[in-house]
């Protein structure tokens, strides 16, 4: 696998991850606006975390304009075990409200009017082209960043300039499942602090692997001797 160049890297990576994530998304919804919510709420925590909430909050409130009525005091309630609940009530609150005042209720499905909604970045909007309407986009959080650097499939990291360089290596209709493979990989596999690199299945073409650097090491340390 040495030498290989970025774009075989990231072909190989969307090949790998797909055989251990075969699904897109893990966050349970039946709509563009479940979809739309459960992202925001997805931030800083667990899909399995937000699908324990959701239902309960779906039901109290099933589309955008009984949400951009909902008391936040009630919707905190319900959303607590996400996490950071405060700030997520007033977004997803305030979410809807805009739906409702600028798009009739209905979330849209250009990413230069998802953005323009509370509580929705760059990434959150192209998570949700991809699941809920089939449009590639590719999403990039911290996870993505840490692992696309560790990968070698870019050097910057800027969420834009990311997007733009893997994308450019990518098929378009492998940008979103590659995005939230990413995730689900930088959450469970490639941790921030301590990597779980013997357990990657990219270790063997990873630049980052600790796996392949001793093997450096030991393939130096044998010719030294």
């Given at each position: 696998?040495?030498?290989?160049?970025?774009?075989?890297?990231?072909?190989?990576?969307?090949?790998?991850?797909?055989?251990?994530?075969?699904?897109?998304?893990?966050?349970?919804?039946?709509?563009?606006?479940?979809?739309?919510?459960?992202?925001?709420?997805?931030?800083?925590?667990?899909?399995?975390?937000?699908?324990?909430?959701?239902?309960?909050?779906?039901?109290?409130?099933?589309?955008?304009?009984?949400?951009?009525?909902?008391?936040?005091?009630?919707?905190?309630?319900?959303?607590?075990?996400?996490?950071?609940?405060?700030?997520?009530?007033?977004?997803?609150?305030?979410?809807?409200r805009a739906l409702v005042e600028h798009f009739r209720g209905t979330v849209p499905d250009r990413i230069e009017e998802l953005v323009t909604l509370p509580g929705v970045?760059?990434?959150?909007?192209?998570?949700?082209?991809?699941?809920?309407?089939?449009?590639?986009?590719?999403?990039?959080?911290?996870?993505?960043?840490?692992?696309?650097?560790?990968?070698?499939?870019?050097?910057?990291?800027?969420?834009?300039?990311?997007?733009?360089?893997?994308?450019?290596?990518?098929?378009?209709?492998?940008?979103?499942?590659?995005?939230?493979?990413?995730?689900?990989?930088?959450?469970r596999v490639c941790l921030a602090r301590a990597p779980r690199c013997p357990e990657c299945v990219m270790n063997d073409f990873c630049p980052s692997s600790t796996i392949?650097?001793?093997?450096?090491?030991?393939?130096?340390?044998?010719?030294?001797?």
């Open positions: 696998m040495a030498g290989l160049r970025a774009k075989d890297r990231a072909l190989l990576t969307v090949e790998r991850l797909r055989g251990i994530y075969p699904a897109v998304s893990e966050l349970a919804h039946d709509n563009p606006f479940q979809m739309l919510i459960a992202t925001i709420l997805s931030a800083q925590t667990t899909d399995r975390s937000v699908n324990s909430v959701t239902p309960r909050l779906f039901a109290a409130y099933p589309n955008a304009a009984a949400l951009a009525h909902a008391d936040p005091a009630a919707v905190e309630s319900m959303i607590k075990p996400t996490g950071f609940f405060h700030v997520k009530a007033k977004s997803i609150v305030a979410c809807a970045g760059r990434k959150t909007a192209n998570v949700v082209l991809g699941v809920a309407f089939g449009i590639p986009g590719f999403a990039v959080d911290t996870h993505v960043t840490r692992l696309t650097r560790r990968l070698g499939l870019t050097k910057s990291s800027d969420p834009v300039k990311i997007e733009s360089e893997v994308t450019r290596m990518v098929p378009p209709e492998e940008w979103t499942a590659l995005g939230l493979r990413l995730i689900l990989h930088g959450r392949r650097r001793r093997a450096r090491v030991k393939q130096v340390t044998g010719r030294a001797g």
